[in-house]
């Protein structure tokens, strides 16, 4: 409960300072075809790496820092955009660019920090059963070609 009050506070100065938000994930894809994903400190599950994309960034921009930041991740080749997902269960007026990267290396892991508790890779059998609905979609669609949906 006390998380939540927090980003209960951050997400209505959102809504009043800002007309819509815009953010970039990474869907991380290992040679093995296993997908990282990270669980974050203020909210439940597991979710693709990925955070706001910041003034004067492009959304390429945002993935790469937001992939080295939270998994260590350094981008090697240009991501793939997978498409733009309305993401209204955080903020009424969030979007997210998803990216599917296939190129990049991994030197080091960050330890947990007070946004990230831990970075994993798991192959599609293996998933966590707390992974988010949204990114279960997601991970189908990138393997299995599945029709993309309009919301998260």
């Known amino acids: 409960m006390l998380i939540r009050l927090p980003t209960r506070l951050i997400a209505a100065y959102w809504r009043l300072t800002r007309g819509a938000t815009l953010g970039a994930q990474g869907a991380v894809i290992a040679g093995d075809g296993s997908v990282l994903l990270v669980r974050h400190s203020y909210r439940p599950g597991w979710h693709f790496p990925g955070g706001g994309i910041e003034w004067g960034e ?80 997601r991970i189908k669609e990138i393997f299995e070609g599945a029709p993309k949906q309009p919301h998260w």
Do not use: Q, Y
Request: glycine letters at 6%; proline letters at 10%.
């Open 58 to 137: 492009t959304a390429e921009t945002a993935l790469e820092r937001e992939l080295f930041e939270e998994a260590g991740v350094i981008v090697k080749g240009r991501p793939e955009f997978h498409g733009l997902f309305a993401h209204f269960a955080f903020l009424p007026s969030d979007h997210i660019a998803l990216f599917v990267v296939r190129e990049w290396e991994r030197p080091s892991i960050p330890p947990p920090n007070r946004e990230i508790l831990e970075s994993r890779f798991f192959g599609r059998e293996e998933m966590p059963a707390d992974v988010s609905p949204g990114t279960v979609r």
